[in-house]
């Protein structure tokens, strides 16, 4: 640091390139998104939303749950078309829920008579359809079933790209809300994302939980989308506990043994729990969750946008960036009064602020880096002040230096080992005092130059304490 400052020819030179390494650090960190801080983000984020879950039950959501126990009392899977049109026809029936979405595909044809009834309700009635897109290129492209539900590709956009499909048979094309289920998980195996809009062949297709809103409203899945991100996902909310949404057992509304205050009036999501039927994803809240829940906390989100509780995800990067800038300002400039300890406890304390900025950030959906501010103390704590500590050193020894001229050396050792505690408090002490005079030395002084009368001082000084500070 000793040789950087006098490169630069001045302390504040040097903060000021220590300052703006950390904003650089910040600024990459959130523009850049390196794999290590995006790792160190998306865990951030993960564990705030684990730790915010709320537990309160979401009224409007309930699931429908074909389980282990559905599948055991009524029958194992696959079941007849005719009994998934029952259970259909049953919640928007006499439950009279407000609407149903299928998280569950029928690739290909059942019987006849249940197929038919379930195409009547999807064509007239509040029921949304699923089907798969599939992400991933292959050599040979997925594509079973007729898929449906697509809008013309609005121009100069980009979404994700599918690849392949798995939708439901011909008999069922005719629907008038399919939604899709399909995803596409971060490198950790996470499901963070759901593409708001799938591009396939010219189209887009929406995903599930915002056709099954807009079936209800009867707007035939043209409503108003949520902003999605740079990369056409958009970042489920997770906002309620997996614990917050009623699940039913499918055999319990089929026998019409549920509780009908958990029914009416609400959202169904039909889906599995059953290990059997392999639907399981990994999310934020859970390392092993069925997949209807992911359709779950969606549906909440869109809701509670909806409804004014909360709004679309937004970019909170100017603001980021401007609070590193205000707080490295002002943790360099502190730094120049506050000891080393002192200057770590400031930046421990404005990292505790940014965490709990942070943390209300993600609950409010914004997208932006946790660790670039981060980054940004670290640079500091690295650099800043290992330079403030050096020059304060620096400053002590060249202190004691001057000092060193006018107090001897063992009373100066006296002082320095004292330390604080040595004060100006009177003391009783035996001392030896030595007074002596040089005749003649103010008429000699006015004679000579300022520099001659100081060393005739220090001369005269030197002679007389030297033999008696050898005596120490």
């Known amino acids: 640091f000793g040789s950087v400052s006098r490169c630069l020819g001045s302390a504040w030179a040097v903060r000021l390139v220590v300052g703006l390494l950390a904003c650089c650090a910040a600024l990459w960190f959130e523009c850049a998104s390196p794999a290590f801080s995006a790792r160190v983000d998306e865990a951030s984020r993960d564990l705030i939303l684990k730790l915010s879950a709320e537990e309160d039950e979401d009224r409007r959501v309930v699931i429908v749950d074909i389980g282990e126990r559905a599948l055991t009392e009524i029958g194992p899977w696959p079941w007849p078309r005719e009994r998934i049109a029952d259970l259909v026809d049953i919640v928007l029936g006499p439950y009279a829920a407000k609407g149903a979405a299928l998280d569950i595909v029928l690739p290909e044809a059942g019987d006849p008579a249940g197929d038919s009834r379930l195409a009547a309700i999807a064509a007239h009635g509040p029921l949304a359809l699923a089907q798969v897109f599939d992400y991933a290129p292959r050599s040979q492209a997925l594509m079973l079933g007729k898929i449906s539900g697509g809008h013309p590709a609005p121009v100069g956009q980009q979404f994700p790209m599918a690849y392949g499909y798995l939708a439901n048979h011909p008999g069922l094309a005719d629907a008038r809300c399919v939604g899709n289920i399909g995803y596409v998980p971060d490198a950790d195996g996470v499901l963070r994302r759901i593409p708001a809009l799938t591009a396939f062949h010219g189209k887009v297709y929406r995903h599930l939980s915002s056709v099954l809103i807009d079936c209800v409203s009867l707007r035939n899945g043209e409503g108003v989308l949520l902003e999605d991100g740079a990369d056409g996902l958009w970042r489920v909310p997770y906002r309620y506990s997996p614990n917050a949404y009623a699940v039913v057992s499918a055999e319990k509304v089929l026998r019409e043994q549920a509780p009908e205050e958990l029914i009416r009036g609400r959202y169904v999501l039909v889906g599995s729990s059953a290990l059997a039927l392999g639907d399981r994803v990994s999310t934020p809240l859970s390392s092993l969750s069925a997949g209807v829940m992911v359709h779950a906390a969606s549906l909440s989100g869109l809701l509670d946008v909806r409804e004014g509780k909360a709004r679309p995800a937004w970019s909170a990067r100017v603001m980021i960036i401007a609070w590193v800038m205000v707080s490295v300002s002002l943790a360099v400039v502190m730094m120049v009064w506050f000891s080393a300890w002192t200057s770590t406890l400031m930046l421990m304390f404005l990292t505790l602020v940014w965490l709990l900025l942070a943390y209300v950030g993600v609950r409010q959906q914004a997208e932006g880096s946790v660790s670039a501010p981060l980054a940004a103390y ?71 130059s300022l520099d001659e009368a100081a060393t005739l001082t220090k001369d005269f000084l030197d002679c007389l304490t030297r033999p008696v500070l050898a005596r120490f």
């Open 378 to 448: 670290f640079v500091l704590f690295v650099l800043a002040i290992p330079h403030e500590w050096w020059r304060a050193q620096r400053s002590a020894r060249q202190l004691l230096n001057t000092f060193s001229h006018y107090v001897a050396k063992p009373v100066l050792s006296e002082l320095m080992r004292a330390g604080a505690t040595y004060s100006l408090a009177p003391t009783l002490k035996d001392v030896t005092v030595l007074i002596a005079d040089m005749e003649g030395y103010t008429r000699l002084t006015t004679s000579l």
